[in-house]
């Protein structure tokens, strides 16, 4: 074939006339025709192999220009022959290509070949991949995930053929072919129609799907093969680039060729080009290319975690775009550096360029730490962790990147708040510092330390500093005495004297150690000796050339070698400084290497105090994350717990316990992520053996349990119980430790006997023989003869016998109890009656949980209770008898025993009605809860034996009448209930407050101390009476209605805050049992949201939300009173009325519809509140506000506002309040309509700023007409401002009456008045102190106008108690009737 083969840029250009020499196809083969040409194709490459390609040539290529018309097995045969044809030349082509005999014709044959067999073989493989495309997007799935049924059944095999194809041309290519054409230049067509054909097969959608992996690597290593030989490294690159830019699933997979390229081609060239376009890029147009951006930033990414170390070199370029404004370029190019930091720039062994850019890199992913964009913030986050998890963060860097961690922990974005707590975490994890950071610890070593370095200084500045003297400047001064001895010794009288022996004796074998001991002679001024060996050595070395000028013996010429020899030249110094004795200098060195090591202590202490203070810090904020609302920002928080309590951080357990609420959280994943963060600290200990372990996860638990709160130790029963219901094989184990524990066998801390016995309260809850079988020793051990020595080892071995009663278990069948003699009651009783004549601080709380274990767990306990308060009683009064008769048998006693005994009283007294109290309480629980379910489980069994009877007897009867008799049994159940209920407070009314009860013989005296505050001032014995007066309400509502005034009255009265609390709760409590009673006082329960101690605003509030809530309290105008809460100084009880709140709008319109009357209460001038505190509290209640009709109807109620406001500040606080509505456009045509409410008030500033500000949030995001409106209403606004209502003309003006503007305009002018009072900070007048004696109780004066009913109390003992409380015509009246619940509901909850 003596023609040329040229690529053609079109198929069809084949067809056409060529040029000179130029292969033209001379015929297309007709589709019909072609199996018999593809036969004879197969027959000619079986017989003369892939040459047969130049006379089949024109058969290929009719396939190709015919392939729509072309059946897909002939295209498939076509493709076989091709791919066997170019296999066939990359096999032949190497004995070709290595002969030198080969001549120009056969070489010009080959090239055709390659040339012709190549072209198509790409140009079907295009065609394939096209069909393969388009038929993929035809079956592709549908809605339903069922595929299409389109054909193409013909390329399902194309995967493995595409493959065949890629190898034979990377065969074929790695073959050195460039010697085929002349000059070895090889033609540029050729290259870009194997690399169009590698393109295009890129372009597949799932070429980055793991599937497409043996092609993938295919084409980027026949790239790769073209790049390094072919000249393809500019096309490479800018096609990169393109293909970047409209295939965004192409970023993972160019940026491993990118780096298979540089790394397995040694093509590093590439990486420089593509990077320098992409840098290069500006920020428009990024902006144009949002996929595109986004497929540059995630190959720069992954070619920085592939390479980093060849990016380095370029990362100028990129770092350009951290100032752009594309935030996924910037985070790229922060991830680049950040993996340059982790794997190139790190270690010790950088040079001083290599830490300069290290510095550099950290001070710029510094910087972005407050990028504006949030995602940026979180990734650079992330970054750092990387960094400090691979231990490349660099000492000095790690206290300045840690702050700036603490610091994103308040970032607004929930992702950044994630990542900061990660990288805390790793910080942690990684520190380089201590294993136990506590900069309480660190403390007494720095200050110790730093102190001794501060003497070391101080000793080295009082010492004399020593000169340091050139050798030049000690020959100055020496040499004249020096020159005298020279001239001495020249002299011809002169005689040898005794030194003679001496200089004989140190003469060296050769001419350096000789000058270096004429040096020393000089130096210790032994110049006679120093001037003789000098001598003496021109005659032992005459060649030296140090002593050559001594072959003329002057004065001169011996005192210029003796010059020579001291001074020294440039290269003999350092010699012979090294043999000179030691000098004052080398010895300072010492000192200041001491000095340095002293220095360096102290700054790695201060480094490690910083480091601990700042996790201390982080610790802090990280513990408040644990209750968020967002689940993932929980998890990390309990993620992060968990890892500084494994590092033993210094206050790292009180993260822990305050995570143990979550096991109660209603988010699954939560609850899940503390359980297994408690098992992995707690329950699954280390140790060689089973004993060991147990003893590990007893010290861990015990650890826990020390001075934790109730709450928490109700939180731990939760995850102890579930491991010992586990079926763990360290349960008998760990409670075989426990009792050994707590019996005083192994010697331990009270505390952990305590924490010992509430664990074995815990294990009883899984499994009640662990303490049932064991009571005895619980009693005698705890309860024994030395109970009165520690009642709070008593108290908690009550609540650990409590674990094993039924109300704990809830167990169906009969009520699990022990007798009245038992042992456990018989210790109770003994020191309850011991322990109230005694002044126990410990023996009340011990003395609740027993009288409770009691009634929960013996027989008949209400007779148990009444023998002990009997008991008690009498104790008290024989104590009271034998103080008086050891009174009169002193004759005197002086007034400072009397006090003593009179106190002493006071608190066995209080302790005695504190156990009355309890004992009430339990009577009426004990009642309604024990004895109405022993009637309701009595009844179910009789009513289940009657049926069975009746089933037996009338079973065909029954089957007739089933539906009737279904009915006439719920009627009878629900009789039998209430009968049951009607019994039990039948008991409760008439029974138990009986003149035989006992109880009825303290509710008198209680009613006495309750009601003479000046008598009775004890603060122990007024709590405990209150307290226990409120427990007896409890009992019936006569009680209840006769005490409420005076329980009303120490509400309001009392001056001791721990009473006024408590009176709170108790109330409260009332209040959910006899509603209707305590349903007019309401108002005096929200009075105590301003009283002046904090403690009792916070049981206020506390209480309140949870009978506003519960829906026992209607919601009234008095929440304002917890809106202004809202401002409160405590911290605490702002977050409490936030919560109230919170939970307040989760009812349906509740905050919408109290709007306007708190709106109402706030803004009365008689309150005072300021308009700072007045607008943060509408801001926080505006907020719930979300619908639109709302928000409209709020508008036009707040605008009739204006109309009866009578003050300007009235007027500025409705307009404050409706510029914080988030307004709509219903609600701004409401706020047009309603004009002439507010338009003849705004000329006041505080009116008109506030609803400019709304046209100004309104235009924002506004379409173009209602932005206009808004514009108009806006001039509108300030025309009525600037001039007034009257000077400005509109037509809703005209139709105005004149005289209505006037008068608008003098109510516009109606004065503030007079505030001759101080307020308090939340809003509230200060209250006054009544002076009512000083008996009386110092009683708060209310803000509110309605008068008060006036209480006196008395001290003197004639006047009737009754007076102390208010009068029959001073009770509130009902005026809303709340329905009473039935008595069987109540029993059901």
């Excluded at 039990?984 to 003149?995: D, G, K, S, V």
Aim: with cysteine; hydrophobic share 40%; net charge negative.
């Amino acid at each position: 074939m003596s023609l040329d083969f040229f690529v053609p840029l079109c198929v069809g250009d084949l067809v056409k006339t060529g040029g000179i020499n130029q292969y033209v196809v001379q015929d297309v083969v007709p589709p019909k025709q072609l199996p018999s040409y593809l036969c004879k194709f197969k027959a000619a490459l079986r017989s003369h192999g892939p040459l047969c390609i130049l006379e089949h040539f024109d058969t290929g290529y009719s396939v190709l220009q015919q392939c729509n018309a072309v059946n897909m097995s002939m295209k498939e045969d076509t493709l076989d022959l091709l791919i066997q044809v170019v296999s066939g030349l990359a096999a032949s082509l190497p004995v070709l290509l290595g002969s030198t005999s080969t001549s120009t014709a056969e070489r010009k044959e080959k090239l055709n070949a390659v040339k012709m067999s190549v072209y198509l073989l790409c140009k079907l493989t295009e065609r394939f991949e096209s069909d393969s495309c388009r038929q993929c997007i035809v079956t592709a799935p549908g809605k339903g995930g069922k595929k299409g049924k389109g054909g193409g059944d013909g390329l399902l095999q194309w995967d493995s053929e595409r493959e065949k194809v890629l190898h034979a041309l990377v065969q074929l290519f790695q073959v050195d072919i460039h010697s085929l054409w002349s000059l070895s230049l090889v033609e540029e067509e050729f290259i870009s129609c194997v690399t169009c054909c590698c393109y295009k097969l890129l372009e597949n959608p799932t070429i980055s799907h793991v599937k497409s992996k043996p092609t993938r690597d295919c084409i980027i290593h026949l790239l790769g093969v073209l790049i390094k030989k072919y000249n393809h490294l500019l096309g490479a690159s800018v096609k990169v680039i393109q293909l970047l830019q409209h295939f965004e699933q192409l970023s993972s997979v160019f940026a491993q060729a990118v780096s298979v390229w540089s790394t397995e081609y040694g093509v590093r060239a590439i990486i420089g080009e593509v990077i320098r376009e992409i840098g290069q890029r500006s920020s428009e147009e990024l902006a144009r290319e949002a996929s595109g951006v986004k497929a540059f930033s995630s190959f720069i990414a992954e070619l920085g975690s592939l390479v980093p170390e060849l990016m380095l070199p370029n990362i100028s370029v990129l770092i350009t775009h951290l100032d752009g404004e594309s935030h996924t370029m910037r985070v790229a190019v922060c991830e680049v550096l950040g993996e340059i930091l982790v794997r190139v720039l790190c270690g010790d062994g950088l040079d001083d360029s290599g830490k300069a850019d290290r510095d550099r890199f950290f001070d710029t992913l510094q910087e972005h730490l407050h990028d504006t964009h949030s995602y940026v913030r979180a990734r650079v986050l992330q970054v750092y962790a990387r960094i400090v998890n691979s231990k490349a963060l660099p000492l000095s860097k790690y206290s300045e990147v840690m702050e700036l961690a603490v610091g994103r922990l308040m970032d607004k974005s929930i992702n950044a708040v994630k990542s900061a707590i990660q990288l805390l975490a790793a910080f942690i994890a990684h520190n380089p510092y201590s294993c136990k950071l506590s900069s309480a610890d660190l403390k007494k070593p720095l200050e110790k330390e730093a102190a001794k370095l501060k003497e070391m200084k101080e000793k080295l500045e009082g010492e004399a500093p020593v000169a340091v003297i050139k050798a030049s400047e000690l020959w100055a001064a020496m040499e004249p005495e020096l020159l005298v001895t020279v001239e001495a010794e020249l002299e011809p009288t002169s005689e040898e004297d005794e030194d003679d022996g001496d200089v004989e004796e140190d003469e060296a074998e050769d001419d350096r150690a000789t000058a270096v001991k004429v040096a020393q002679y000089l130096r210790v001024n032994k110049y006679r000796n120093a001037v003789r060996l000098c001598i003496r050595a021109h005659g032992c070395f005459p060649e030296s050339e140090r002593f050559a000028s001594l072959s003329t013996l002057t004065p001169e010429t011996l005192m210029d070698t003796l010059a020579l020899i001291f001074k020294g030249s440039d290269e003999d110094t350092s010699d012979l400084s090294q043999n000179l004795p030691p000098t004052p200098q080398k010895e300072e060195e010492g000192e200041n290497g001491e000095l340095k090591k002293q220095e360096m202590l102290v700054q790695y202490l201060k480094d490690t105090e910083t480091f601990a203070l700042q996790v201390e810090r982080a610790i802090s904020v990280i513990n408040s994350m644990l209750y968020w609302k967002t689940t993932s920002v929980v998890l990390e928080a309990v993620q992060f717990c968990v890892t500084v309590c494994e590092f033993s951080v210094a206050n790292s357990v009180s993260g822990v316990r305050k995570m143990l609420p979550l096991v109660w959280s209603t988010d699954t994943a939560i609850k899940d992520a503390v359980v297994q963060a408690y098992r992995r600290l707690y329950l699954n200990p280390q140790g060689e053996t089973i004993r060991v372990k147990a003893h590990t996860l007893v010290d861990s638990l015990s650890e826990l349990m020390v001075d934790a709160s109730l709450g928490t130790i109700q939180c731990l029963e939760e995850i102890v119980q579930e491991f010992f219901g586990g079926g763990s094989n360290l349960q008998s184990t760990v409670v075989q430790v426990l009792w050994e524990r707590f019996t005083g066998k192994r010697e331990t801390s009270g505390l952990h006997r305590r924490a010992a016995v509430l664990l074995l309260g815990m294990a009883a809850r899984a499994e009640r023989e662990v303490v049932l079988s064991n009571l005895d020793t619980l009693c005698s051990v705890a309860l024994g003869e030395k109970v009165t020595e520690d009642f709070l080892l008593a108290r908690d071995a009550v609540i650990t016998i409590c674990s094993i009663t039924d109300h704990v278990r809830q167990s169906k069948g009969a009520p699990f109890r022990l007798p009245q003699d038992h042992q456990l009651f018989t210790c109770l009783t003994q020191a309850i009656a011991e322990g109230v004549v005694m002044e126990d601080p410990y023996w009340q709380s011990f003395m609740e949980l027993s009288v409770r274990l009691m009634y929960f767990l013996a027989e008949s306990p209400d007779q148990l209770c009444s023998r002990l308060l009997q008991r008690c009683a009498r104790l008290l009064l024989d104590q009271i008898v034998e103080g008086g008769e050891l009174g009169k048998d002193a004759g005197q006693i002086q007034d400072g025993s009397q006090e003593s005994n009179e106190q002493v009283n006071c608190v066995c007294l209080a302790q005695l009605l504190a156990l009355c109290g309890c004992v009430a309480f339990w009577q009426v629980s004990h009642l309604e809860r024990s004895v109405s379910a022993e009637l309701r489980r009595r009844r179910g069994e009789r009513e289940e034996r009657e049926e069975k009877e009746k089933t037996l007897s009338s079973k065909a009867k029954h089957a007739a009448n089933e539906s009737a008799m279904e009915e006439e049994l719920g009627v009878i159940g629900a009789s039998a209930e209430d009968t049951e209920a009607e019994l039990i407070r039948n008991i409760c009314e008439t029974e138990l407050l009986a003149e035989e009860n006992l109880l009825c013989a303290f509710l008198p005296l209680l009613v006495r101390v309750c009601s003479s505050p000046g008598r009775y001032s004890h603060p122990q014995l007024t709590t405990a009476a209150c307290l226990a007066l409120s427990q007896y309400m409890m009992i019936s509502p006569s009680v209840c209605e006769e005490n409420v005034r005076l329980m009303f009255t120490v509400l309001e009265r009392s001056a001791l805050p721990v009473v006024r609390a408590n009176a709170v709760i108790a109330l409260g409590d009332l209040t959910v049992r006899f509603p209707n009673i305590l349903e007019p006082w309401t108002q005096n329960l929200y009075a105590r949201l301003s009283d002046e101690v904090p403690s009792v605003r916070q049981t206020a509030v506390t209480v309140l939300t949870q009978l506003v809530l519960k829906d026992v309290l209607k919601v009234k105008g008095q929440v304002s009173e917890v809106a202004v809460l809202l401002i409160d100084p405590e911290h605490h009880i702002t977050s409490l009325a936030l919560n109230f709140f919170n939970e307040l709008s989760s009812k349906d319109n509740a905050i919408y519809n109290l709007l306007p009357d708190i709106i109402s209460r706030l803004s009365d001038p008689e309150r005072g509140m300021t308009s700072e505190d007045f607008n943060t509290i509408m801001k926080q209640l505006f907020s719930y506000i979300t619908k639109e009709r709302q928000t409209e109807s709020l508008v036009e109620k707040l605008c009739q506002r204006f109309r009866t406001a009578k003050t300007e500040r009235q007027w500025c606080d409705v307009a404050v309040s409706l510029s914080l509505l988030s307004m709509c456009e219903r609600g701004f045509k409401r706020l047009q309509e309603c004009w002439e409410c507010y338009s003849d008030k705004l000329t006041e500033p505080g009116v008109y700023q506030p609803l400019l500000s709304i046209t100004a949030k309104l235009r924002r995001g506004a379409k173009a007409q209602f932005k206009a409106q808004v514009g108009e209403f806006e001039k509108r606004l300030t025309a009525v401002h600037t001039r007034g209502l009257e000077n400005v003309e509109s037509p809703e003006m005209n139709e105005e009456n004149p005289k209505e503007g006037g008068s608008s305009k003098t109510v516009m002018r109606t004065p503030l008045p007079a505030r001759g009072r101080a307020r308090s900070k939340r809003g509230q007048a200060k209250p006054s102190v009544s002076g009512c004696g000083d008996d009386s109780f110092v009683t708060p004066r209310k803000s509110r106008k309605s008068k008060k009913p006036v209480i006196t109390f008395s001290s003197e003992e004639d006047e009737d108690e009754e007076d102390a409380v208010m009068a029959e015509s001073e009770t509130p009246k009902v005026t809303t009737p709340i329905a009473r619940i039935s008595r069987r509901a109540r029993l059901r909850n």
